[in-house]
């Protein structure tokens, strides 16, 4: 059974970072992808960033392309999103999600899901 759980929320002011973290496990765990999410209260769900497994691919949202940065550590199992200069507006859950066949920013295609990590910032 592949679980994945992410780290290193909290809470910050506008312009500061955060380094989220999400580590898979499972004996059986092969991903060809893997993405972040994120809900903001009263939005729906909103694709964030990917990065293949072979980490020879990566794609970021408009919105935090510049400030946001995708990388993993295969050796690691091990996926981290370093977000820089961040605005309120980024405030959301933030979600790990990780699948086996598709590059792609449609939510609905992975598998695996993190239980999310809370980001939180203040003007």
């Known amino acids: 059974q592949v679980k994945l759980i992410e780290s290193g929320g909290g809470s910050v002011q506008a312009g500061g970072s955060l380094t989220l973290s999400c580590a898979a496990s499972?004996?059986?765990?092969?991903?060809?992808?893997m993405a972040w999410f994120r809900r903001a209260p009263g939005k729906e769900r909103e694709f964030v960033a990917a990065?293949?497994?072979?980490?020879?691919?990566?794609s970021i949202e408009d919105s935090v392309k510049g400030r946001f940065i995708i990388s993993g550590d295969s050796t690691k199992n091990t996926m981290y999103l370093q977000m820089n200069n961040l605005k309120p507006e980024d405030t959301a859950t933030y979600y790990c999600?990780?699948?086996?066949?598709?590059?792609?920013?449609?939510?609905?295609?992975?598998?695996?899901w993190g239980q999310g990590i809370q980001v939180t910032v203040s003007s």
């Open positions: 999600a990780a699948d086996d066949q598709h590059w792609t920013r449609v939510a609905g295609f992975y598998d695996w």
């Open positions: 499972g004996e059986s765990f092969s991903a060809f992808a």
């Open positions: 990065i293949t497994w072979a980490l020879d691919r990566t």
